[in-house]
T-cell receptor, first 113, second 113 residues
Framework: AQSVTQLDSQVPVFEEAPVELRCNYS??????LFWYVQYPNQGLQLLLK??????LVKGINGFEAEFNKSQTSFHLRKPSVHISDTAEYFC???????????FGDGTTLTVKP | DAGITQSPRHKVTETGTPVTLRCHQT?????MYWYRQDPGHGLRLIHY???????DKGEVSDGYSVSRSKTEDFLLTLESATSSQTSVYFC????????????FGEGSWLTVV
């Protein structure tokens, strides 16, 4: 079995400030890890993913995430956020076989001017 | 972008009527999913398919049925719509060759009155 916990349901930050959205997972097998972003009234879009190799993964819109196997975490970071980054962010884990992905409950990032 | 098209995008229907939501993909992905998204509940899996005529239940399947007669099409049917089924419905496909990356459609907003 696998699970995903997004530690913050809401994260308010000011424009140009750094942000970190936290994600912990549990799994009995090796995993693939993902972050998705959902802008208002839209579907989810892939932001970045970790499959193997370098533990620091860079995605679109200046976001990056670091896979930490010992802490079973995959936190998402951005050094300077923009108003346009206001959205809901979902962390997801896949245990290797197709059809076995699990999503977190989402973190709402609100960027204030 | 997996070329996922959902229809209708918006629908208002009356309690007790049947409703069918359609999902069409152009990438020949084997796995397809239907999720619903409600405030405070994140994404919840309704049904999924792992091939033509091969489907299985998700965590909130009561009141829903699905069919997949072709690789590219996945239909979700509400047999007798209820107000509790007012939600946003997302279709998704999975690309197993890319670490099980999931791609989402734009969503179908369903209101049951």
């Amino acid at each position: 079995a696998q699970s995903v916990t997004q530690l913050d349901s809401q994260v308010p930050v000011f424009e140009e400030a750094p942000v970190e959205l936290r994600c912990n997972y549990s799994s009995s097998v090796s995993v693939y890890l993902f972050w998705y972003v959902q802008y208002p009234n839209q579907g989810l879009q892939l932001l970045l993913k970790y499959l193997s190799g370098s533990t620091l993964v860079k995605g679109i819109n200046g976001f990056e995430a670091e896979f930490n196997k010992s802490q079973t975490s995959f936190h998402l970071r951005k050094p300077s956020v923009h108003i346009s980054d206001t959205a809901e962010y979902f962390c997801a884990v896949s245990g290797g076989n197709a059809g076995k992905s699990t999503f977190g409950d989402g973190t709402t990032l609100t960027v204030k001017p | 972008d997996a070329g996922i098209t959902q229809s209708p995008r918006h629908k208002v229907t009356e309690t007790g009527t049947p409703v069918t939501l359609r999902c069409h993909q152009t990438e020949n992905h084997r796995y397809m999913y239907w999720y619903r998204q409600d405030p405070g509940h994140g994404l919840r899996l309704i049904h999924y398919s792992y091939g033509v005529k091969d489907t299985d239940k998700g965590e909130v399947s009561d009141g829903y049925s699905v069919s997949r007669s072709k690789t590219e099409d996945f239909l979700l049917t509400l047999e007798s719509a209820t107000s509790s089924q007012t939600s946003v419905y997302f279709c998704a496909t999975e690309q197993a060759s890319s670490g099980n990356t999931i791609y989402f459609g734009e969503g179908s907003w369903l209101t049951v009155v």
